[in-house]
């Protein structure tokens, strides 16, 4: 166990539709990380999020936007899904903006 | 455009017969390169990170080595324990971060 939360475990919704993903990071971390798993693109680094300010920024469409609140926890938004969002999406945290990663068990996302 | 290239895509090895894994990269600007285990349905596991051409970690049966062009995972007379998918990484100087698709590992006992 990595310390790391991520809510729900799995989440089936039709295209169309928004949903939101939603990080504990382990305590005292002060960074999030965001990434997407697919079959056919392996893990696709999102966004990066370091104490509660926009760090770093990869391959993220514009229907995804993610937030680090004062507490710390995250929350990435996807809208307008599309049938291939559908995958794992993970989030990790590290102390500083800089350090190792510990990943959460991440949630599995179906688009029907 | 920053990326990663892993090979092989699988290796099957009987216990006890050692083997190395290869990390190609192509990044503009390198601040590190990071291996990481992954078992079916979980989320990545840290194992190193490398700085600079030159450096090697070690931690049990894993040696992870950096050039300037590749890294290696060196794998000492694996256990069954050790099947999991291996994932490589870079982090560019714009803070990114590319994964290869990894190495698929079966240990046989």
């Known amino acids: 166990d990595s310390g790391v939360t991520q809510t729900p475990k799995h989440l089936i919704t039709a295209t169309g539709q928004r949903v939101t993903l939603r990080c504990s990071p382990r305590?005292?971390?002060?960074?999030v990380y965001w990434y997407q798993q697919s079959l056919d693109q392996g893990l696709q680094f999102l966004i990066q999020y370091y104490n509660g300010e926009e760090r770093a920024k990869g391959n993220i469409l514009e229907r995804f936007s993610a937030q680090q609140f004062p507490d710390l926890h995250s929350e990435l938004n996807l809208s307008s899904l599309e049938l291939g969002d559908s995958a794992l999406y993970f989030c990790?945290?590290?102390?500083?903006?800089?350090?190792?990663?510990?990943f959460g068990p991440g949630t599995r996302l179906t688009v029907l | 455009e920053d990326q990663v290239t892993q090979s092989p895509e699988a290796l099957r090895l009987q216990e006890g017969e050692s083997s190395s894994l290869n990390c190609s990269y192509t990044?503009?600007?390198?601040?590190?390169l990071f291996w990481y285990r992954q078992d079916p349905g979980k989320g990545p596991e840290f194992l190193f990170t490398l700085y600079s051409a030159g450096e090697e970690k070690e931690k049990e049966r894993l040696k992870a080595t950096l050039t300037k062009k590749e890294s290696f995972l060196h794998i000492t007379a694996p256990k069954p324990e050790d099947s999991a998918t291996y994932l490589c990484a870079v982090q560019n100087t714009g803070n990114q971060f590319y994964f290869g698709t990894g190495t698929s590992l079966t240990v046989i006992p």
């Open positions: 990044v503009s600007g390198l601040r590190g």
């Open positions: 990790a945290s590290s102390v500083g903006a800089d350090n190792t990663q510990y």
């Open positions: 305590s005292g971390d002060l960074s």
